[in-house]
T-cell receptor, first 111, second 111 residues
Framework: RKEVEQDPGPFNVPEGATVAFNCTYSNSASQSFFWYRQDCRKEPKLLMSVYSSGNEDGRFTAQLNRASQYISLLIRDSKLSDSATYLCVVNSDTGGFKTIFGAGTRLFVKA | NAGVTQTPKFRVLKTGQSMTLLCAQDMNHEYMYWYRQDPGMGLRLIHYSVGEGTTAKGEVPDGYNVSRLKKQNFLLGLESAAPSQTSVYFC??????????FGQGTRLTVV
């Protein structure tokens, strides 16, 4: 089983749609969680951190469920510019200080 | 605002040749990482370091060696390149419980 698992998609949605991505992680000792965005195999860039209380940044909402070891990202009112690959990222800062990436979920937003 | 710098950005090697990829960060981060990304796949951890003079194996370490002689530099070596090592290589650095920052990537082709 991979340490971080994501649905690879692709998700094809029209502009204005709401889309949700999910991610699960296997290491219960994981401590910090993030969503990154990656365009055309350029370097990944931080989209937002993820907290148990949930957090929102404009059209983006992230949520962490520690009990279920589950992370989500919700994008509202999708824009063409949201087309990218979204990567779920987990830091395990006990026993290794690893940063592990999910395989990514491809999103295509169409006019 | 250099952040994380990778050199070179592109390289073509012949099978059996050796090379070293350099990652340099100016943020005084303790933790540094090397990943590879193949088409349609996420980032897979090759090796990482939790401080100067330390290294550890990641998910796909075979065929690679690393060194962290100075805190700001993390070197990835290929002793005898193989076509299977054709990939995009990303370096990243971070501190405890915060997001990782990435270099722009090195596109390596082994022919």
């Amino acid at each position: 089983r991979k340490e971080v698992e994501q649905d690879p998609g692709p998700f094809n949605v029209p502009e204005g749609a709401t889309v949700a991505f999910n991610c699960t992680y296997s290491n219960s000792a994981s401590q910090s969680f993030f969503w990154y965005r990656q365009d055309c195999r350029k370097e990944p860039k931080l989209l937002m951190s993820v907290y148990s209380s949930g957090n929102e940044d404009g059209r983006f909402t992230a949520q962490l469920n520690r009990a279920s070891q589950y992370i989500s990202l919700l994008i509202r009112d999708s824009k063409l510019s949201d087309s990218a690959t979204y990567l779920c990222v987990v830091n395990s800062d006990t026993g290794g200080f690893k940063t592990i990436f999910g395989a990514g979920t491809r999103l295509f937003v169409k006019a | 605002n250099a952040g994380v710098t990778q050199t070179p950005k592109f390289r073509v090697l012949k099978t059996g040749q050796s090379m070293t990829l350099l990652c340099a960060q100016d943020m005084n981060h303790e933790y540094m990482y090397w990943y590879r990304q193949d088409p349609g796949m996420g980032l897979r951890l090759i090796h990482y370091s939790v401080g100067e003079g330390t290294t550890a194996k990641g998910e796909v370490p075979d065929g690679y060696n690393v060194s962290r002689l100075k805190k700001q530099n993390f070197l990835l070596g290929l002793e005898s390149a193989a076509p299977s090592q054709t990939s995009v290589y990303f370096c990243a650095s971070r501190e405890v419980s915060v997001e990782a920052f990435f270099g722009q990537g090195t596109r390596l082709t082994v022919v």
